[in-house]
């Protein structure tokens, strides 16, 4: 079956400090992970689009990590800053004709705090 | 260059009533996805429209419509509104598809039914 599984599902961190979201998939075949950020009231935003091939990408303090082995990703927050305070979402494609190929995490809700 | 619009953002409806929301995606972009997102499930696909046809479907009901227009605007329509289907409806716009184009979302429309 065809899942993704993000942890934690809340977080709270400090002003200035890191962090680092987890995604883990069972989509097979795999054809690409992307990382969103959702604003409250928003609609998601894209922060990376890594394939098969990709282990890490960085987008300024946002850097994603991908092991398509261990089928698990990451996305590291450096020097968190209160407009990161957002839903974190992780989606996975699958190569797959006619039929839905994304598959959605229910997210990480992080809150940065001053 | 204008982002996905959707209209309206907001809406109240009751029970039994039927309700169609509007999306217009980036200029240029041919794909049209809609998502259905509540606290508890997160994001669910619940159609894509790519040149006026529908290419792929989610598990909703049939009383989840859509359609495409010529000039890639998108409607989504839902008869019979139960109390469930409140959520926040988004769309997204891709070039191609939503497998290896980044989507864009649209800011949603907040559906409530009482």
């Known amino acids: 079956k065809n899942q993704v599984e993000q942890s934690p599902q809340s977080l709270i961190i400090l002003e200035g400090k890191n962090c680092t979201l987890q995604?883990?998939?069972?989509?097979?075949?795999?054809?690409?992970l992307r990382w969103y950020k959702q604003d409250t009231g928003r609609g998601p935003v894209s922060l990376t689009i890594?394939?098969?091939?990709?282990n890490t990408k960085s987008n300024g303090r946002y850097t994603a990590t991908l092991d398509a082995d261990t089928k698990q990703s990451s996305l590291h927050i450096t020097a968190s800053q209160l407009s990161d305070s957002a839903s974190y979402i992780c989606?996975?494609?699958?190569?797959?004709?006619?039929?839905?190929?994304?598959?959605f995490g229910t997210g990480t809700r992080l809150t940065v705090i001053p | 260059k204008a982002g996905v619009t959707q209209t309206p953002r907001y809406l109240i409806k009751t029970r039994g009533q039927q309700v169609t929301l509007s999306c217009s995606p980036i200029?240029?972009?041919?794909?049209v996805s809609w998502y259905q997102q509540t606290p508890g499930q997160g994001l669910q696909f619940l159609f894509e429209y790519f040149s006026e046809t529908q290419r792929n479907k989610g598990n909703f009901p049939g009383r989840f419509s859509g359609r495409q227009f010529s000039n890639s605007r998108s409607e989504m329509n839902v008869s019979t509104l139960e109390l469930g289907d409140s959520a926040l409806y988004l769309c997204?716009?891709?070039?191609?598809?939503?497998?290896?184009?980044?989507?864009?979302f649209g800011p949603g429309t907040r559906l409530t039914v009482l």
């Open positions: 989606v996975v494609s699958a190569r797959l004709t006619g039929a839905n190929n994304l598959f």
């Open positions: 995604c883990n998939y069972t989509v097979s075949p795999f054809s690409n």
């Open positions: 997204a716009s891709s070039r191609q598809g939503n497998d290896a184009y980044e989507q864009f």
């Open positions: 200029s240029g972009h041919r794909s």
């Open positions: 890594m394939t098969f091939s990709e």
